[in-house]
């Protein structure tokens, strides 16, 4: 069946760096575009943008520009979300989600992470 | 960027009852808009595409309707299982967006 799976909850502290991973399974990875989307506790869901996993090429959202990378280990039909320079405002769970035309029929479990000093 | 504005903000209501969700786009999204339900603690799950395509294994009391800037979602007949968070999310254009929510109670 269909999984997205993502990797652990982290915390860190203001500065460093974060890295998540989503592995998707039973389906073809390059067949479908990897969205990310932000939900901050108690929040909405923000859009932060997507990868072409068929090129690797990523897309940002405008308030995702600079600090966020977005890549692929394809062979392992993963997609990672990185942050840098962590802020207190980075506490969020993620989530990784796809399979759709630009709506996600899938989604990954979210990864929550604590910026905390 | 298109806004979407959701509402009712938060929503009670009785077993059985029929509840409508309802969202603005801040223009013509030509019918691509979703919606999601997103339990506590965990990941949201589609429940309509192209305004009113029903997701597979999504009960049939969920429908969509809509078209231009005004869409909405139907539950007919709130179930226990129903309680939940609802958000839109339109698929015309990047970036996309999506709704602020609506909160689903039971009364």
């Known amino acids: 069946q269909i999984q997205l799976v993502q990797s652990g909850p982290e915390l860190k502290k203001p500065g460093e760096s974060v890295k998540i991973s989503c592995k998707a399974s039973?389906?073809?990875?390059?067949?479908?575009?990897m969205h990310w989307v932000k939900q901050a506790p108690g929040k909405g869901l923000k859009w932060m943008g997507w990868?072409?996993?068929?090129?690797?090429?990523?897309t940002y959202a405008d308030d995702f520009k600079g600090r966020f990378v977005f890549s692929l280990e394809a062979s392992a039909s993963t997609a990672n979300l990185q942050i840098s320079n962590l802020k207190n405002e980075d506490t969020a769970t993620y989530f990784c989600?796809?399979?759709?035309?630009?709506?996600?029929?899938?989604w990954g479990q979210g990864t929550l992470v604590t910026v905390s000093s | 960027d298109i806004q979407m504005t959701q509402s009712p903000a938060s929503l009670s209501a009785s077993l059985g009852e029929t509840v409508s969700i309802e969202c603005l786009a801040s223009e013509g999204i030509s019918n691509d808009l979703a919606w999601y339900q997103q339990k506590s603690g965990k990941s949201p799950q589609l429940l309509i595409y192209a305004a009113s395509r029903l997701q597979d294994g999504v009960p049939s009391r969920f429908s969509g309707s809509g078209s231009g800037t005004r869409y909405s979602l139907k539950i007919s007949g709130m179930q226990p299982e129903d309680e939940a968070d609802y958000f839109c999310?339109?698929?015309?254009?990047?970036?996309?967006?999506f709704g602020s929510g609506t909160k689903l109670e039971i009364k």
């Open positions: 999310q339109q698929s015309y254009k990047y970036p996309l967006t």
């Open positions: 989600a796809s399979l759709g035309i630009n709506w996600f029929a899938y």
């Open positions: 039973g389906y073809t990875f390059t067949d479908y575009a």
């Open positions: 990868i072409n996993t068929y090129t690797g090429k990523p």
